[in-house]
Every structure is written in structure tokens, then in C-alpha cells.
């Protein structure tokens, strides 16, 4: 039986200060091809937006180093990617994306807290 691709769940951002902009660790996607982002938030009212970005010349090398930070294109998203609430949970799928690499963008507009999201991918 053949392997199928998958990346098991793992934080892209951990105890994200939501008063600044925070941009997640990098997901090459390249033998994936569905992706998911998971946020969980707490603090005094935090609000912003959520924002998906791909790349196609994005590199790192075998051990993790950037090789190119890469051009990033904001995605567009059919969900709501608004946060809002003392505490809350939001839940990004990206199902037909064929960029290499992926990331997750947080943008501030009021109050503050600590953000965390946790990315998942698979072959469909």
C-alpha cells in the first residue's frame, strides 16, 4: 500500500501577542493538497482580521533556513477571517490551493491577547 502525504498538526503560532501583526511559521504544501489552520484566542476584547498567503518562490534548505523569503499574494477566503470576543475559535480549510507554500497573517485592530493556531495538511 502506498503512503499518502500528510503533516501532522503542529503550531505555526504560539502565544501570538495579538497587539502587533503576527505572521505564522512557513507550510510548504508541495505534495499536500488540502491545509488547514485552527486559532484559538484569549484576552481583553482582541479584534482583527486573519489572512491566508501563498508563495510560489518561497525556499528554505534541507534544515529549515530561508533561502528566498519569497513574493506573497493574499488569498481569497470564503469564511469569515474576523476576530472578535474575549475568547473565541475560528477554523481556516484551504481545499484547492496549488501554491508551494503557505502562511497565516494576523492583523490588529483593537484590544489585545494571546493568539495560538495549529496548521494540519493531507492529500485529499
Do not use: C, E, H
Not at 481569497?76 to 503557505?102: H, K
Request: neutral net charge; without cysteine; glycine residues 10%.
Amino acid at each position: 500500500m502506498a503512503s499518502r502525504p500528510i503533516l501532522p498538526p503542529f503550531a505555526v503560532i504560539s502565544n501570538g501577542d495579538m497587539s502587533t501583526i503576527l505572521t505564522s511559521k512557513v507550510t510548504v504544501i508541495q505534495n499536500l493538497s488540502m491545509l488547514s489552520y485552527a486559532l484559538s484566542w484569549a484576552g481583553a476584547s482582541p479584534a482583527g482580521s486573519v489572512s491566508v498567503q501563498a508563495s510560489n518562490d518561497y525556499a528554505q534548505d534541507a534544515s529549515g533556513a530561508v533561502q528566498n523569503a519569497g513574493t506573497w499574494t493574499t488569498l481569497p477566503l470564503s469564511a469569515s477571517t474576523l476576530v472578535s470576543g474575549n475568547t473565541g475559535t475560528g477554523f481556516i480549510d484551504i481545499d484547492s490551493q496549488a501554491g508551494y507554500a503557505l502562511r497565516l497573517v494576523y492583523t490588529p485592530a483593537s484590544g489585545i491577547g494571546t493568539l495560538q493556531v495549529v496548521a494540519n495538511g493531507k492529500v485529499a
